[in-house]
């Protein structure tokens, strides 16, 4: 490998002096030292002055390379001073996070305004692990996991006061890319930062005990600066690395993986992507919150983000970092409030159009605003300056952002954005100007002023400055005639003077509420509640003025804000508000709100379990309904939402939802409730279909035998609707009912419940079960007795013997057959072998791959049949997979995956187990009736697993169950490409190129 130390010298355009100095040194000379590449092979990037030529804006925009290598490398995060010098921070820790103190906090300015700095001073170089910082409050704050740092610099010459104080530690320092990031100062005066979900953290003031520190994963966090408070603003995502806040002090962040865009709320419990830990750290959410964006980066599929070039026209890859919602005039009008932020592998810088939608807001697709056709470009951090401009923090390596090809450290760009002519830059220091001007300052049209300003006065108040009474009449009157943008500045600064909030908040809220148009002063209210509801715990009077005010406000932005903040209260003192709150009409699409209402609810059902069931029972809110019923029953409280249902005027949707509440968390058995009876016995008369059905999947659970005769009756009478026949049987099986076994053997040959019927043989078995499926296959053809079969030893041992000998063709075996009759029989050797199913071919991957991309050539691939693959597919694959909505769940959906690419197809099925996500890994359980079922597990609890097998999702009861294994083998077998015909393979990788379902 070549050296990058061993290139030839790199001359900058700068004054004659520099360059000669320059001409002499190599690239990385001014790395630390023990800094080194680590990026395998010959390919060097182009210089700094190059990668401009690769780089595209739209008309009107101009780029310039402000920093490059060797005066900056590994820009990890940059931030604005109040003097407008950027500050830059270098991570040469990233990936493997060696605690080598060498990373760097540098100071970068540009005198003459030319677009490229003129000096350049390092403010620190003792970071070990570091990902983020801010400035301000008397120093800097910077994340260097495990800990969270402040620099004291009380004077602002640049010169670190002391060493830095630990301000937070338990960071971890095992998640790679996936860990504490950011920091960012709030509308609130509050630092929020980030954190990804591969490892947790548990964090906590030095010293604290384990017990008493805060756990979280995937999370946005915020610290007071002086209060000395932590805590969890916003859960889940998955690796939130940008956050920013729009002119209406709403926050917004992007992630990576899943959708990118998500409206930041407090108290928030967001979607996890599959794989990773899919819970809320309250296992009471049962659902979790939507993204904001309507659109993805990439193909779609969980796995399509492995083409790391992603989809140019659905605009790049999977992930994202930093973020700025430009907020300034020196750019056109359509610019701004937009979203602009990094699409790492994409190599560009996406747009979002954020617009208000139903109760919160959606992220639209814009154009992309630049791009790079450099594959070394990998832009982390963007921020807006003072001037209206924006700079961008460019990596410059390859590979994907986990990094595991190597770090091309001594490499690293800054580029400056700018519109129009290069606009005037004047020397300013806002720490400087005094408090009035400061206050005018608030109301500047570029954002960046407003925050400096912002920051400064919050500084100040906390250093024991008051604002005049004249003063905070001029906010309050802001506040409630001005423009938004305006009336929420006013409002930050009267949150920061710490006036207690009912001597100024009531009367611009109802000043809001009282507009001609209430609507378009719905963001003042909000953010109202927001800073005042948020900022500790509400005293009883707010709390009382809260309940006074939810049936006065209308607007469905305003009261899902009131929604988050009922976390905030006091359990003891929110019943009222929470009531009040459950009254409201929320439209069925707006899942959201419906979700943050409920969390706030939540806390209420197991102090008073009655009281809650009041709410359940009333009209119009079904999930809120379903959500109370089934945290009743996980609170032990069954009896009371029993009970609560004899009233026989709840309305049937009503019941169904909290039946369906109760189902989801009742076990498969439990005790019959007293007052079940006397409820089944009126629920039965209503002429509700749904009703009933529900209630004999009730009556299963209690063991109700009345209800279970009936159910058999349906079953054998052919006269009764097959959909029905078919459901009570599957409830009837699942509850291993002693009245339905005699009759399954009959039901077998049933043309409407056939396939019910032989999945329950496994469940009833008999002496001669396996040779009559045996049989039922060779007649048939089902693929159904074959899953049967290779559900008990016994029955796969046959089903072993019968392959064997002929009696079945191996080629009907399909993957998931295959698997699982090789983990359970006695004979599962000589099955494998004979299926020529080799695992030591794994050793052989390359060669393997090799062979096949020789057979599948581009001219071989150019006769495929993409309906005779289609064929294959449905043949070898759906049972497991799905495509295009159909098939089975067992392995993940294909529809939106990487399957176009042949690399990426041979790979999965030659190699399945090589990369199995955690919700895909095969379970297998031995249950005492004798039966051994494998599957992925979908739910589950300390009394329930819910395992989804092929065609079925069978509730078992813990207690049933003898023994569990988890395997890290695919379901898909390894080498099993090699049973089908080339021309199968061929055809059928040409059905999985399709973009749209065949005809």
């Keep these: 490998m070549v050296n990058q130390c061993e290139i030839s010298g790199w001359l900058t355009s700068r004054a004659i002096v520099a360059a000669l100095l320059w001409i002499s040194l190599p690239v990385c000379a001014q790395l630390p030292k023990g800094i080194v590449d680590t990026q395998p092979g010959k390919e060097i990037p182009p210089t700094p002055e190059q990668s401009l030529q690769y780089i595209t804006v739209p008309k009107g925009f101009h780029v310039s390379l402000f920093a490059g290598e060797p005066d900056v490398a590994q820009p990890i995060a940059i931030n604005y001073d109040d003097k407008g010098r950027l500050w830059v921070l270098e991570s040469f820790s990233y990936i493997e996070w060696k605690r080598t103190g060498k990373d760097r906090l540098l100071i970068f300015e540009d005198t003459d305004n030319d677009g490229r700095f003129d000096t350049r001073k390092v403010f620190w170089d003792k970071g070990n692990h570091t990902s983020g910082f801010q400035i301000g409050f008397g120093g800097?704050?910077?994340?260097?996991?495990?800990?969270?740092?402040?620099?004291?610099?009380?004077?602002?010459?640049?010169?670190?006061?002391?060493?830095?104080?630990?301000?937070?530690?338990?960071?971890?320092?095992?998640?790679?890319?996936?860990?504490?990031?950011?920091?960012?100062?709030?509308?609130?005066?509050?630092?929020?930062?980030?954190?990804?979900?591969?490892?947790?953290?548990?964090?906590?003031?030095?010293?604290?005990?384990?017990?008493?520190?805060?756990?979280?994963?995937?999370?946005?966090?915020?610290?007071?600066?002086?209060?000395?408070?932590?805590?969890?603003?916003?859960?889940?995502?998955?690796?939130?690395?940008?956050?920013?806040?729009?002119?209406?002090?709403?926050?917004?962040?992007?992630?990576?993986?899943?959708?990118?865009?998500?409206?930041?709320?407090?108290?928030?419990?967001?979607?996890?992507?599959?794989?990773?830990?899919?819970?809320?750290?309250?296992?009471?959410?049962?659902?979790?919150?939507?993204?904001?964006?309507?659109?993805?980066?990439?193909?779609?599929?969980?796995?399509?983000?492995?083409?790391?070039?992603?989809?140019?026209?659905?605009?790049?890859?999977?992930?994202?970092?930093?973020?700025?919602?430009?907020?300034?005039?020196?750019?056109?009008?359509?610019?701004?409030?937009?979203?602009?932020?990094?699409?790492?592998?994409?190599?560009?810088?996406?747009?979002?159009?954020?617009?208000?939608?139903?109760?919160?807001?959606?992220?639209?697709?814009?154009?992309d605003f630049l791009k790079s056709s450099n594959p070394w470009f990998r832009a982390v951090d963007l921020r807006q300056g003072p001037s209206g401009e924006m700079m961008i923090a460019e990596w410059t390596d390859l590979g994907e952002c986990h990094d595991r090809d190597g770090i091309h450290r001594s490499s690293g760009r800054l580029y400056?954005?700018?519109?129009?002519?290069?606009?005037?830059?004047?020397?300013?220091?806002?720490?400087?100007?005094?408090?009035?001007?400061?206050?005018?300052?608030?109301?500047?049209?570029?954002?960046?002023?407003?925050?400096?300003?912002?920051?400064?006065?919050?500084?100040?108040?906390?250093?024991?400055?008051?604002?005049?009474?004249?003063?905070?009449?001029?906010?309050?009157?802001?506040?409630?005639?001005?423009?938004?943008?305006?009336?929420?500045?006013?409002?930050?600064?009267?949150?920061?003077?710490?006036?207690?909030?009912?001597?100024?908040?009531?009367?611009?809220?109802?000043?809001?509420?009282?507009?001609?148009?209430?609507?378009?002063?719905a963001p003042v209210r909000i953010h109202l509640l927001t800073l005042v509801f948020t900022e500790q715990t509400p005293s009883p009077d707010l709390v009382m003025w809260l309940e006074q005010t939810i049936p006065k406000e209308t607007d469905q932005r305003v009261l899902y804000r009131m929604a988050a903040l009922l976390q905030r209260i006091p359990v003891s003192h929110r019943w009222t508000a929470a009531e009040a709150l459950s009254r409201i009409q929320i439209p069925d699409a707006d899942r959201n709100f419906q979700l943050m209402r409920w969390y706030g609810f939540e806390p209420l059902v197991p102090i008073d379990p009655v009281r809650a069931m009041k709410t359940a029972t009333k009209p119009g809110h079904p999930w809120l309904s379903e959500a109370i019923a089934r945290r009743a029953v996980d609170a032990q409280a069954l009896e009371n939402v029993i009970t609560s249902l004899l009233d026989e005027t709840t309305e049937s949707d009503t019941l169904q939802s909290i039946f369906s509440g109760l189902l989801q968390s009742l076990p498969a058995k439990t005790a019959m409730p007293k007052d079940w009876s006397n409820l089944y016995q009126k629920l039965k008369k209503r002429d509700d279909p749904k009703v009933r059905k529900t209630i004999f999947q009730l009556a299963q659970s209690f063991g109700d035998p009345a209800a279970e005769a009936e159910m058999v009756a349906i079953v054998l009478d052919r006269q009764h609707p097959a959909p029905d026949r078919r459901e009570y049987l599957q409830m009837l099986v699942s509850a291993r009912s002693e009245k339905i076994a005699p009759h399954i053997t009959a039901l077998t040959t049933d043309p409407e419940l056939s396939k019910e019927a032989i999945r329950a043989v496994a469940t009833f078995p008999e002496k001669d079960s396996a040779s009559r499926l045996i049989q039922l296959y060779q007649q048939t053809a089902e693929p159904v007795v074959l899953e049967t079969l290779a559900s008990r030893r016994d029955f796969a041992d046959t089903l072993v013997d019968t392959v064997i000998a002929g009696g079945i063709p191996k080629a009907s075996i399909t993957a998931f057959v295959a698997r699982q009759v090789s983990m359970i029989s006695s004979k599962k050797d000589t099955f494998v072998a004979h299926l020529g199913i080799n695992s030591k071919d794994m050793e052989q991957k390359s060669k393997q791959l090799k062979i096949w991309k020789k057979r599948l050539s581009d001219s071989y691939l150019a006769t495929a049949d993409p309906q005779e693959g289609r064929e294959v597919f449905r043949r070898t694959c759906s049972a497991c997979h799905k495509l295009y909505g159909e098939g089975g769940e067992i392995g993940p959906d294909l529809t939106g995956s990487g399957r176009s690419d042949l690399d990426y197809f041979l790979i999965n099925v030659l190699f399945p187990s090589e990369d199995v996500a955690p919700d895909y890994k095969l379970v297998t359980l031995t249950l005492k009736d004798g039966r051994t079922l494998a599957g992925n597990i979908v739910e589950?609890?300390?009394?329930?697993?819910?395992?989804?097998q092929v065609g079925n999702t069978e509730r078992i009861d813990v207690s049933e169950i003898v023994s569990r294994q988890t395997s890290e083998i695919s379901l898909m077998p390894p080498g099993l490409i090699e049973s089908l015909r080339r021309e199968d393979v061929r055809d059928l990788f040409s059905y999985l190129q399709t973009t749209a379902p065949l005809d």
């Design 140 to 367: 800097v704050w910077l994340c260097d996991a495990p800990e969270l740092l402040f620099i004291p610099d009380t004077n602002g010459d640049d010169i670190p006061d002391g060493e830095p104080q630990v301000v937070l530690d338990g960071w971890t320092t095992k998640a790679e890319h996936n860990f504490v990031n950011g920091l960012n100062w709030g509308p609130d005066g509050w630092l929020y930062g980030r954190h990804g979900i591969k490892q947790p953290s548990k964090v906590g003031k030095p010293g604290t005990p384990d017990a008493e520190r805060t756990d979280l994963s995937c999370c946005i966090w915020r610290y007071h600066p002086v209060k000395e408070r932590f805590e969890i603003w916003a859960d889940g995502t998955i690796n939130p690395w940008g956050l920013d806040w729009n002119e209406e002090g709403e926050g917004f962040i992007n992630t990576s993986v899943i959708d990118h865009l998500w409206h930041l709320v407090p108290g928030a419990r967001y979607q996890r992507t599959p794989g990773r830990g899919t819970a809320s750290l309250n296992p009471y959410s049962y659902a979790l919150m939507e993204p904001t964006s309507d659109h993805r980066h990439w193909s779609g599929g969980e796995t399509g983000r492995k083409d790391f070039g992603g989809n140019d026209s659905a605009g790049g890859g999977h992930s994202h970092c930093g973020m700025v919602i430009y907020q300034s005039n020196a750019w056109p009008e359509t610019y701004r409030n937009r979203a602009f932020f990094s699409n790492v592998l994409g190599q560009r810088i996406n747009t979002d159009f954020l617009l208000p939608s139903q109760s919160s807001w959606v992220a639209s697709h814009a154009p």
């Design 940 to 948: 589950e609890n300390d009394r329930v697993v819910a395992l989804r």
């Design 416 to 521: 400056e954005v700018w519109h129009g002519d290069r606009p005037v830059k004047n020397t300013i220091d806002v720490a400087l100007k005094n408090t009035p001007e400061l206050l005018d300052l608030i109301y500047h049209e570029n954002v960046w002023w407003r925050r400096h300003a912002r920051r400064n006065i919050q500084e100040r108040i906390w250093n024991g400055e008051s604002l005049s009474n004249s003063q905070i009449a001029r906010l309050v009157a802001t506040a409630k005639s001005t423009t938004i943008r305006d009336a929420i500045s006013a409002i930050q600064i009267l949150h920061a003077t710490g006036k207690p909030p009912l001597d100024w908040f009531p009367e611009i809220y109802q000043s809001a509420l009282n507009a001609a148009d209430p609507g378009s002063r």
